[in-house]
């Protein structure tokens, strides 16, 4: 017998409940449907608890590590968020849920991603997420300074330039490490420079260019 979706969304919720609670990040992603953000053939797996391919060697994350980072930024709800690494839309639209008062700026490298996340939050009704291209630097800063930022790429360090375009008390989520592991990391800008915090172990495909890899 086939379950049906909202069992299914069910189920993977009341997972998640057990590591991070029932609050605003798992009510946004109660509100977001993940199905519209995978592959046609691979909507059967939207609910199960890992990664799926969205085609360009990129993944959408799995649904424990979206909560977590999501849960990461500390949002308050009226915050400019800046998100690396697009993908399929799916991330941003989560932050779109916890910022009804804020705004969210996305970049993506691959412009079929870029074109692919802009259609499916379309389709989702979220307004307040901008999709860009990414340029030659890292971030967006033309459109900066952001209170928060999420890299949704593994990176070998934390980037300077991403570093500053954070506002003061901004918050950077992203994973630090190698190719194989790496642990997800809040960088915090204070008044005396930047604290730093770790936040669990994770495993991201590679963020390439500049502040990650050259291939």
Known sequence: M???VDIERDCLLAELAGHFGDGPVLDAMRRVPRERFVPDRLRHLAYCNVPLSIGYGQTISQPFMVAKAAEGLQLRGDEKVLEVGAGSGY?????????????????????????????????????????????????????????????????????????????????????IGDRASQTLTRVRRVAAGFNTENLGNCRYVPLLGDGGWTD
Do not use: W
């Open 2 to 4: 086939i379950r049906s």
């Open 91 to 175: 991330q941003a639209a989560i932050l779109s849920e916890l910022l009804p008062f804020g705004a969210v700026v996305s970049v993506e490298r691959i412009p079929q991603l870029a074109e692919l996340a802009r259609h499916n939050l379309a389709c989702v009704g979220v307004a307040n997420v901008k999709i860009d291209t990414a340029g030659a630097t890292l971030g967006h800063p033309q459109c900066g300074p952001y209170d928060a930022i999420l890299v949704s790429a593994a990176a070998p360090c934390v980037p300077n330039a991403l570093l500053d375009q954070l506002t003061f008390a901004g918050r950077l989520v992203i994973p």
